[in-house]
Every structure is written in C-alpha cells, then in structure tokens.
C-alpha cells in the first residue's frame, strides 16, 4: 500500500525510482537480493516490504510473520552494507513498543518490556531490523534509520475480512453489511484507541525525510497525533458508508492493547505534520474500496 503512493510522490519530486515487485525480486532470497543492489546505480533505499495481517491472521501465523519480516530486513541490510549503499530508511512499525510502555510512546521505551502477545511475531520482527541498522550505523558507517508510524490506512491496501488490518477489514465488512442489512459486530467494548495516519500521508513525510535525512534521528515515531476509540472508528465509518444497521459488541474478540498513542516531538521538530483529515482520508478510502468492488 504505501509503495503505491510513495513511488509516484518520488518520481514527480525528480527521482528516478526503481520499485521491483515481489517477483522481481524476493527479498527472502539473499543472493538475489545483493544481486540487485551491486547491479543497480542506487543511491538510497527505502525497505517498504512487509509480511503485514490484522490482529487475528497475525496471532495463527507468529513464526511466518517474524521469520519472513526478519529475513528480508537482514538481507536488505547486508546487501546495501556489501554495496556500498549508506543510506537506508526502514519503515518500522509502532508495535515495536513494549505492551506496557507508558503512552505516550516515547522511543526511549523501545526494548524496555515484552511484546504485545496476539502480534509478538511481527512486533519483533520490526524491533530486530531496528536494531540491526542501528548496529550496521555503529559498525560500518552507514546511515540506516528507522520510522515507527501509526496504524497505516488508505487506497491500496488489504480490505480482506480475514487478514486485513481493522480499520480496512472493518469497512468492507460494513459495506457488506449495509447492502444485506445486517448488524455490525465489534470486538470488545470499543474503548480501545487507536492513532491512524493516511498512507499518502506518511509517503509525504518520506519524501520530506529524504530530501534532509541527516536531521532525521535514528529512530523516530511518525504519526497523526489524533486517536480514535473504536466504537467512534465504527460510527465515523457508518456515517461515511450510510450503514444504518445494528452496532452489536463481542466480548471475546481479542483487541489489542487499549491504547497506542504516539510521542511526536521529533515529527514536530522536524517541522512536519499530515495533510489530510482523519473524515476525508476515510471519505477517500471508502471510495476506493467501492471501486475495487464494482
């Protein structure tokens, strides 16, 4: 999803982008990967890929999700160290954060406490390739830095009602509801928050972020700065799709932490912030999810 909004960002800004897709190049192989970076005139990389499932899809598939995330993670970064290649920006993920870490979340809490244990896999797998550009920044010179962001939504991204993120899987799952009139279960009580960021968004801060990388720390959050409880989440959904029905709740349905807020104190030195309201991101997305439906 985000590489559909990025690559294009990038090319307009003057940039000549190389963007293989998965069959090009399996970032799980590693002699094909260093292949492609000693082949290629590149000047820096920014490591998109991801094994990325909801709540549910992530809890089954632990091991599948840490081990292909941390695969492609070590491959890029050996690669790109054995290329030449000193600059690399990972896009990480706000599960990195200890369970109990205290929110806002600060990046000094990163490895201070356990992992969210429904998505463990994927959150440690994200924590390891951190830690592994921070140690290739200490060994060899480089600069491999990461960015933590929020909960990530928009046109392209996974609207499966089986392994697709809540927000998305949640619309579709509305919109269905809508057309054959049923209820809309949600899972928990809906007091669980959560801070969304608009993909487009995020892809303008990293165009930002490579046009002056060296102010950029070597780790730091990215997000909207707006939480929203889920229970809101399903009525600003239901106004957006026209969903009149029944809001029901589930009470053993997992729900992940009750709240993920990010510190952006770097974001705001930095001078940036999302352009695009919470209401019209959703306005947006929905309208997408209905064309890809037609």
Sequence with gaps: MLGQHLVPMLKNRGHEVLAPSQEELDLTDAEATLVYTASNPIDAVVHCAAYVAGIASSKRNKHHSFDTNVTMGMNLIRSCVQSGIATMLNIGSATVY?????????????????????????????????????????????????????????????????????????????????????PIVIWGDGSAKREFLYAPDL???????????????????????VEVSVKEMHQRMAKIT??????????????????????????????????TPFEEALAITYDYLKETLE
């Excluded at 870490?101 to 994200?126: M, R």
């Excluded at 809540?166 to 509801?177: D, E, S, T, V």
């Excluded at 709740?249 to 352009?275: E, F, I, M, T």
């Design 98 to 182: 200890p369970s109990e870490a205290p929110q806002p979340l600060l990046e000094s809490s990163l490895g201070h406490g356990a992992f969210e244990g429904p998505i463990e896999g994927y959150a440690l797998s994200k924590y390891v390739v951190y830690r592994a550009c921070a140690m290739a920044n200490e060994q060899h010179g480089v600069a491999f830095k990461t960015i933590l962001p929020c909960n990530l939504f928009g046109p392209y991204d996974n609207f499966s009602l089986e392994t697709g993120h809540m927000l998305p899987a949640i619309l579709h799952r509305m919109h269905k509801a809508k057309q054959q009139n049923e």
């Design 203 to 225: 892809a303008d801060f990293i165009c930002f972020a490579l046009e002056d990388f060296q102010r950029l720390p070597e780790v730091m959050n990215v997000g909207s700065g």
């Design 242 to 275: 026209g969903f009149s029905g029944e809001l029901k709740h589930d009470y053993d349905r997992p729900v992940g932490r009750l709240r993920r807020c990010l510190n952006l104190h770097n974001q705001q030195r930095l001078g940036w912030s999302p352009k």
